[in-house]
């Protein structure tokens, strides 16, 4: 017989495979009103993200960030909290490595690089126990306070890099040194080792979530806070600890971007990252693994639309809307599952499989 746990997988899945699968059909639909040749647009978009090396590496740099992203809301929202502060924890996380590494310690080396990755963990940490601690012991609402926390972040990283921190009269900071970036992996690709820092968290996240008892209780709290009440957990410490923690993955995805890709805090920096990484959380089922390949998805979407526009003409908001109709189709097609009519049908069509 199979259990009712692989069954909600097999859903899960489906899910997300359908919603993927009927917006590249939508999108199919779009390039083909415009007089274009579909299996050649897209041919080019997978030559642009596959072609070669440099596009192999650019997808890989690409997905980073957003992989750090959607772990952080994935974290959190397993514990029943919409952390939609991630940009502002990834900034600040940037902003934590760029001061470190540049400012106060005067020289380079793995001990810079690791401590300034550190720092920015810690530092997204703490910007996101504001929201935390605010719904936890004040009843505050956590997607209000963690979203206007993001304006906070940025202009505070813009009063920086065009103010105390700024490169002479250019508005950015100074780069990092030479030998605190973190190393590149393909010659002649910006691809760095902030991949397998992202997916190492991604494994540890997995792990403590799947397969520990403080995963199981922070899930509990999740799906019913109130009852975890009453068993006795300690339902308020953990909601702001899942911010924390929360906070943490995306303040190091922030300095990992910072190390390994941009160097720099300037105009522009981690925008649109942290909404991404929640869209990305829910495609994914909020699953950690789920969340990072749909993240590795959208950065082939993304760096093979540049090669696709050039090629043919096409304008690369056609990938924008795929992404867009992924995000309306998993949503619409996780609600709809979820009615108790719907459920009933799945039911009795999964017993007839098992039979």
């Known amino acids: 017989m199979l259990g009712s746990r692989f069954k909600n997988t097999i859903m899960k899945v489906s899910i997300s495979i359908i919603s993927i699968l009927g917006a590249i059909l939508i999108g199919a639909v779009i390039i083909a009103s415009v007089g274009e040749n579909v299996f050649i647009a897209y041919g080019f978009l997978l030559r642009g993200a596959f072609g070669n090396s440099r596009a192999v590496g650019e997808t890989l740099v690409k997905a980073t960030p957003l992989i750090f992203t959607a772990l952080a809301a994935v974290f959190s929202y397993r514990c029943g909290m919409f952390n939609l502060g991630a940009e502002g924890q990834f900034i600040m996380g940037a902003v934590a490595a760029s001061w470190i590494s540049v400012t106060i310690l005067p020289f380079g080396g793995i001990i810079n690089t690791l401590l300034s990755l550190l720092v920015g963990a810690l530092a997204g940490g703490v910007w996101g126990a504001i929201p935390g601690l605010l719904k936890a012991y004040r009843g505050l609402n956590e997607m209000i306070v963690s979203i206007l926390l993001n304006y906070v972040a940025t202009l505070f990283m813009a009063f920086l890099y065009s103010g105390p921190l700024m490169e002479k009269n250019i508005p950015q900071t100074a780069a990092v040194f030479d030998d605190v970036k973190l190393t590149r992996l393909l010659e002649g690709s910006r691809v760095h080792s902030g991949i397998f820092i992202a997916v190492g968290v991604a494994i540890l996240v997995t792990y403590f979530l799947f397969k520990t008892a403080k995963g199981y209780q922070l899930r509990v709290v999740g799906l019913n806070p109130i009852a975890a009440k009453v068993n006795g957990l300690p ?121």
């Open 235 to 355: 339902v308020k410490k953990m909601i702001a600890s899942a911010f924390v923690v929360s906070g943490m993955i995306a303040g190091l995805g922030g300095a990992t971007e910072l190390l390994g890709s941009s160097y720099r805090l300037m105009a522009g920096f981690g925008q649109g990252f942290g909404f991404d990484g929640v869209a990305i959380a829910l495609i994914g089922q909020l699953h950690p693994i789920g969340a990072g390949l749909i993240a590795y998805l959208f950065a082939v979407l993304r760096t093979g639309a540049n090669t696709m526009q050039i090629a043919t003409g096409i304008t690369t908001a056609v990938v924008d809307i795929v992404q867009a109709v992924i995000i309306i189709f998993a949503v619409a097609a996780t609600a709809i599952t979820a009615l108790p009519g719907v459920k009933a049908i799945v039911n009795r069509k999964w017993r007839g499989i098992e039979q």
